[in-house]
């Protein structure tokens, strides 16, 4: 399996263990979290030099674009990832003095899996999903306070982010009616759109 791959999923693998292991041990999953963060930035910091001047694209599923999904690695992208996951580094060290609930580690890697995969994607559609994924994974978890004010936020969210997203589909739907793709790398290689359709679609991805 590609390097860029791996260092990409590491949080899924998290995701799925840590709920189980938190039966046993209550801070298992902050452990395997700082562990599991810890090796992803040691793995991008060894693949980043390969990366230095050059841009690996890879074509999921053997798919090529306007028909598959692209992950697009460069020095900015992996950069990037790199301090994503030494935030999630810093937290789950910070969490080891707090009781979280198993779902809590589940949501937060996840929430980290999306993060870190927008910056890599070269495909509007997928940018779109990850920002879903995070969008509800950022609400389930100020929902799993039992606070009221964080149920109170959540809902606040949900309407504000429903709205955004709807917005930003519509800009998508928009852009891919007008260049027939929502590879990146095409639409910027592609011709100019209309000037019109063009703010629409913009502020629509603005929200």
Not at 13 to 24: E, K, V, Y
Not at 37 to 43: D, K, P
Not at 77 to 101: D, T, V
Not at 102 to 108: G, K
């Amino acid at each position: 399996m590609n390097q860029i791959i791996i260092f990409l999923i590491i949080p899924v693998f998290a995701a799925f263990i840590t709920p189980a292991g938190s039966l046993i041990n209550k801070k298992f999953g902050s452990i395997l979290n700082a562990l599991l963060y810890l090796f992803a930035i040691i793995m991008g910091i060894l693949i980043y030099p390969s990366l230095v001047g050059s841009t690996q694209v890879i074509a999921m599923g053997g798919w090529k674009p306007p028909f598959g999904i692209n992950i697009v690695a460069d020095p900015l992208a992996m950069a990037a990832g790199i301090i994503m996951y030494f935030l999630g580094f810093l937290i789950a060290i910070n969490n080891l003095n707090k009781e979280r609930p198993a779902n809590y580690n589940l949501l937060f890697n996840l929430f980290i899996f999306s993060s870190v995969v927008m910056v890599f994607t070269g495909d509007l559609f997928n940018l779109f999903v990850m920002m879903e994924i995070g969008a509800i994974t950022v609400m389930a978890i100020s929902a799993s306070t039992n606070m009221k004010a964080g149920t109170r936020g959540s809902f606040k969210y949900v309407v504000n982010s429903g709205l955004v997203s709807m917005l930003i589909l519509a800009s998508i739907g928009l852009m891919y009616s007008a260049l027939g793709t929502l590879n990146i790398a095409q639409i910027a290689a592609g011709p100019a759109m209309n000037s019109y359709l063009a703010f629409i679609v913009g502020a629509g991805i603005l929200m």
